[in-house]
């Protein structure tokens, strides 16, 4: 089992930063695959950003060049720094954790992004 703990959502004006993180715990391999997917309401989820433990990123189009996805390997936490952010951001971020065999997720954390 693997336990994701988000953090980091919060209200913020148009324009505005928002730096999110998830800590994994539990029984962590060595190579797995970590992202962000967000979901809004009335939509469906949809992939934000990924790294794999190697370092490796992928990013949805609309989200390049806004947002950055890292990791810390040695903490088991990932990031995801969010700038120039819109009222279209405005979702649940939802952090998934996969070694290939199995999927986790966490919980989410609201980021609003107010006019």
């Known amino acids: 089992q693997v336990q994701l703990v988000e953090s980091g959502g919060d209200l913020v004006q148009a324009g505005g930063s928002l730096r999110l993180s998830c800590a994994a715990s539990?029984?962590?391999?060595?190579?797995?695959?970590m992202a962000w997917y967000r979901q809004a309401p009335g939509k469906q989820r949809e992939l934000v950003a990924s790294i794999t433990s190697g370092g490796s990123t992928n990013y949805a189009d609309s989200m390049k060049g806004r947002f950055t996805i890292s990791r810390n390997n040695a903490k088991n936490t990932i990031y995801l720094q969010m700038n120039s952010l819109k009222p279209d951001d405005t979702a649940v971020y939802y952090c998934m954790y996969t070694d290939y065999g199995h999927i986790y997720w966490g919980q989410g954390t609201q980021v609003t992004v107010s006019f």
């Open positions: 539990g029984n962590i391999r060595s190579i797995n695959q």
